[in-house]
């Protein structure tokens, strides 16, 4: 059984400083999806890392891949205010058509 | 269009009502998903349809009731519903391949009383 595992679970920062998300998971598959979410709003999707050793960047944040570590970070640089949300990594566990398995999402807030 | 649309956005019912929920993509995907999301929790996979079929259900109560009657349209019918089954369902749609990106539709809330 697929696990995907976040830390931290909870983030309060102040604006203008940097930090890490860390996303965890068991299996040995390539592809992994990290998603933003707005109190009571859907899910809008940030990044889709590839393969291993994929870096993608949008703005203040950079995701990147790492399959061998079976690790994906998410690094937030300068934080801003309207950063603030809750980040979801998942992952497909098997081929074809079988849905997202979700961390427990990392809820961040920053502060002026 | 990389959208997918569920209607409605909110929906208050009783424990005895029958309604549904509906979700709609014209991006020519084949593989549509239900998710339930409880607050402060991650989206959990309830029903995959892939090629119009159900390929996967995840143990779902047969309270909820999941229909795909074209390769655009996918429908969740509820019936007898609990009030912990107040949640946000959430759609998405994606091609039937391996890991491919997934577009989720902006959701139903869904509250039982």
Known sequence: ELKVEQNPLFLSMQEGKNYTIYCNYSTTSDRLYWYRQDPGKSLESLFVLLSNGAVKQEGRLMASLDTKARLSTLHITAAVHDLSATYFCAKYSGGGADGLTFGKGTHLIIQP | ?113
């Open chain 2, 1 to 113: 269009d990389t959208e997918v649309t569920q209607t409605p956005k909110h929906l208050v019912m009783g424990m005895t009502n029958k309604k549904s929920l509906k979700c709609e993509q014209h991006m020519g995907h084949r593989a549509m998903y239900w998710y339930k999301q409880k607050a402060k929790k991650p989206p959990e996979l309830m029903f995959v349809y892939s090629y119009e079929k159900l390929s996967i259900n995840e143990s779902v109560p047969s309270r909820f009731s999941p229909e795909c009657p074209n390769s655009s349209l996918l429908n969740l019918h509820l019936h007898a519903l609990q009030p912990e089954d107040s949640a946000l369902y959430l759609c998405a749609s994606s091609q039937p391949r391996r890991e491919t990106e997934a577009f989720f539709g902006q959701g139903t809330r869904l509250t039982v009383v």
